[in-house]
Structure formats: structure tokens, C-alpha cells
């Protein structure tokens, strides 16, 4: 009986571990990995140089166009990028003017080593100063404590913000905390965070925070002294060797796993772009960051279109773009493709005073909507299924091990009859023959 026990158990035990080792993979973090330049294979696209940093992509804000990609679905460690989602949910949910009483919570993350501002429990700050120590000095106990105002603890910010997430099209991001301390199941891509920086540079006042090159703290009711702060982007910083004038701002990001991380945005010729770079040293970033903005603006011009824009390369003729005619809320939405499949914006057909209105049942409008919805999800966003097919991966191999172990209890207790019936015919039979004797 021991022997089967011991089978049953070694195998569940066998199975739960495998299970555990495909959770983990779901979610798995290939550092070190090389990966060509997608854009580069586009036929006619402007060849763009390789980055130091292991994943990166250039985005143009108002279409949402990728000009350069590296990688840019692949899994990496935000770390300190991670507050722009932070700033953008205080940003949506708060008031500026509201004030925050520091409470525990934020001494968890005053870390030796990492980024903080020594906040006291009690200690009372407005929020638009917690935004400020938040995108420049990089400070964690004030993410930390920005999360508990907005949502009531860490753990309920964090499904907010993976929340927003998926709202902006991220796929292949998770979030467990608002500062971006190191967690494994604390990941994003390149191409997940210029969506979420996107977002954020459509507020005022993230614009205003991000580009703060230096600012006070003045005595508060915990702190007699005035604190003086200074921005961690060297982009941004005038006297500093690599200084980008069209810059406006970003966020930094550093930790030993993630090593250097940098979102950074850029404004020229009436086009603004958004640089991510991911895991390389902090000038290589910074570096990376410099070449990508003069690729984009060197290479690719943002033209009109009706009712929108589209960004292309330099002495593109627009005839030759390939154009999808999508029927949303009673207007037609075009889709503008370079090359068939690369999508380079959008705009709205515009109605000839000839055509006569079409009458659509609630039925087909349902249907055309659903449509819609499902071309623009695939149009604007580069699909890497890969962490979802690792998750359904999971469930099916969950699935099999339940399956085999109830086969194994079977097998036991079918084992277990067949002994009691030798049992039962053997005792039968010796009192039989104690019987006659």
C-alpha cells in the first residue's frame, strides 16, 4: 500500500512542478537575447542603425506609427519607467492640489541603494509636488504612497494600472507595484510602454512634470528644510554632453536585472516621437535615444490626409499607399498601410454631397462595429501571442496532470479491490478448513 501512495504523490508532486515551471515560462524574461531590426526588413523603408540596447522602438505620438522596432514585444524589466503609468493614473484619478499624508506604507520601499525622498509618516504634500518627486527624483516611497491615496493599497493600484493597460492596447504587460522595484512577475515591453507614454503626454500636466529640469520642496509640516531636486534625464539637461534640444522629457529607470531603461519624447517639424530603449548601460541608452530621434526626423515626414494624418517615409507618394475603408458610428475610417501591411495612420473619408444615405439595420450596424473593432485592434497593434499561448500552454498541462492523477487513484484503488478479494477469498478458505478439521 505504501509503494502506491508513494507513486500517487511522487507523480502529483511531479506534476505540480511542471505546472509551476510553464507558469513561470508564461511570464519568462529572455536577457541577454540579440534581435534584428524588424523594420529594417520592410521593402523601401530608411534603414535604421542597430541599438546598444537589447529592445527599443521609435513611435510617432499622433498615428501611433512605428518608424524603427527592435525586439519591441519582447519581455523585459521596466523598473523606474514604470512611474509614468503611476503619474498617469494619479493624473486621471486625482487633483493636483489634493494633498497626501504620508502613512507606513511608503517606508517599505525607503530602500538603501534605490530611489527615494525620505518621506515621514505624517508628513503632508500636494500632489502635484508627489508628481514631481515621483518623474524626477525617481522617489519610490512616494509611488508607493501616491498608490495607497489613489487606490487604497499597492495591490489594488496595481490591478489599476494593469487595467489601463490592457485599455491602451498593452499585451504583454504586468504590474505588481508602482515604483518598479524588481519583481519577476513585474514586466512590460518597449512597444507596451510607448503606448502607455503615448497616453500620458496627451496631459498638460504630465507634460509639466516631465519637463521640470529642477525643482524645491519647501518646509513642509514634518521637514523644516527646503529640498532641492534635479532631473535624472541627460537629455534634458542642458550642460550635459548628450543634451537634445527637441526633447521635452521622460523617465529613467535602473536596477540590477532591467539595467538602464528610458522613455523619452520629442518634438520637430510638427511631428513628436517617443523613444523607449530597454536594457543597455545609462549613456548607451541616452545614446540610443539621440539616434532614433534623428533617424525619424532625417527619414519620415507627417502628412495630411483627410480627416487625419499619416506619417511616411521622406518623398513618398501617397497614391501608393494601400487604404482600408471601415464603416464606424455612420462615417467611413481609413486605414493607410505602406507596403500593404504597415500601418502608417488613419483619417476620415469624407462624405460626397452626390451619395445618398444608406440605410443600416441595427443588426448590420452591430455586425460593422464588431468588424471595426476587431481591424482596428490588429491594425494598431503589433500582436505577440506568445505569452498567451504560453498561459493556455499552462492550462492544458494543468489539465493533464489532474487527468493522470485521477488515473492513478483509479489504478490504486483498483488495486486496493483486487487485495481485499485475495484477502477475503484466503481468510474464507482457512476458516473452511479449520472448520472440517
Known sequence: MRKWYKKAGCLLLACLLLCQNVVIFAAEIHNGTVYPIETNAISGWPQGQDTYAETAVLMEAETGAVLYAKGMNELRYP??????MTALLAIENCSIDEQVTF??????????GSGN??????EILSMKQCLLLLMIQSANDVATQIAVHVAGSVSNFAEMMNQRAQELGCVNTHFVNASGMPDENHY???????LIFREAIKSDVFREIISTITFTIEPTNMNPETRSYGTHHILMIPSAQMFYEECFGGKTGNTNASRHTLVSGAEKNGMTLIAVALRADEGEVCLDHIQMFDYGYNNFEILQVPGGCVVVPKGTDLSTLKVVDTEVDGKTEQTYYYQNDVYVGKGVKEKSEEESPVEITPEIADDNQKISSVQDETQLMPQDEGVLTDIFRTIIYILVGLIILTLVIAVY???KKKKRR???KKHGKGSKSRRSS
Open 79 to 84: 523598473a523606474s519607467i514604470t512611474k509614468i
Open 103 to 112: 502613512t507606513e506604507e511608503c517606508l517599505a520601499d525607503q530602500v538603501a
Open 117 to 122: 525622498a525620505g518621506m515621514q509618516v505624517g
Open 188 to 194: 512590460t515591453t518597449a512597444y507596451d510602454m510607448a
Open 413 to 415: 484503488s483498483s488495486h
Open 422 to 424: 485475495r484477502r477475503y
